[in-house]
């Protein structure tokens, strides 16, 4: 079974900084992907980047970007010029292809980010 | 173009009682999904559907049960609603298995359960 382990349950970053949040995962498989999810106040679960793990470049999306470490089994996010919109709960997830789709989460990281 | 909708947002059950929460999505997806939330544990997957007339257990199926009634809709049902079950509950669809697209999330039901 695939696990997603988020270690920092709670974090905080200045306006305009730069913070990484840690995600590491197990899985057997080759063929994967993951994915950033964001979850404001509103609760709306929100798509922040994603990575598809025959892909060696990193993907990046405008302040956001990872950190895939395909042999280490880790993908980190780093979020660029931190901003007070970016105060959230942030997941990562996996998902690998097979005969049904289903998305693993981790446990999730509370960003505070401090004007 | 309303993504996925459930209803209702908020919900007040006393132990013992019924429900059903609603889900539906305007995407076409074929796989579908209920997860809980709680702190400190992440999205926990109830039950999914992969395509329309079936559906499977996921991590914690027990005291639920699901209905995929059709392409568009899969509801979530509670028959005998236990203080364990306050949650927020999340919905969500994606496209095909083999297309491996992310999941679109509904904006979550909170439940209290007294």
């Known amino acids: 079974a695939q696990t997603v382990t988020q270690s920092q349950p709670e974090m905080s970053v200045q306006e305009a900084e730069t913070v990484t949040l840690s995600c590491t995962y197990d899985?057997?498989?080759?063929?994967?992907?993951l994915f950033w999810y964001k979850q404001p106040p509103s609760r709306q679960m929100i798509l922040v980047i994603r990575?598809?793990?025959?892909?060696?470049q990193n993907a990046t999306e405008n302040r956001f970007s990872v950190n895939f470490q395909k042999a280490a089994k880790s993908f980190s996010l780093k979020i660029s010029d931190s901003q007070l919109g970016d105060t959230a709960m942030y997941f990562c997830?996996?998902?690998?292809?097979?005969?049904?789709?289903?998305?693993?989460f981790g446990t999730g990281t509370k960003l505070q980010v401090i004007p | 173009n309303a993504g996925v909708t459930q209803t209702p947002k908020f919900q007040v059950l006393k132990t013992g009682q019924s429900m059903t929460l609603q889900c539906a999505q305007d995407?076409?997806?074929?796989?579908m999904y209920w997860y809980r939330q709680d702190p400190g544990m992440g999205l926990r997957l109830i039950y999914y559907?992969?395509?329309?007339?079936?559906?499977d257990k996921g991590e914690v199926p027990n005291g639920y049960n699901v209905s995929r009634l059709n392409k568009r809709e899969f509801s979530l049902r509670l028959e005998s609603a236990a203080p364990s079950q306050t949650s927020v509950y999340f919905c969500?669809?994606?496209?095909?298995?083999?297309?491996?697209?992310?999941?679109?999330f509904g904006q979550g039901t909170r439940l209290t359960v007294v």
């Open positions: 997830a996996f998902i690998h292809p097979g005969g049904y789709q289903k998305v693993t």
């Open positions: 990575q598809e793990a025959y892909k060696q």
């Open positions: 559907s992969a395509s329309e007339g079936t559906t």
């Open positions: 969500a669809s994606s496209d095909t298995p083999q297309k491996n697209t992310e999941a679109f």
């Open positions: 995407m076409n997806h074929n796989s």
């Open positions: 899985t057997s498989e080759s063929n994967y992907y």
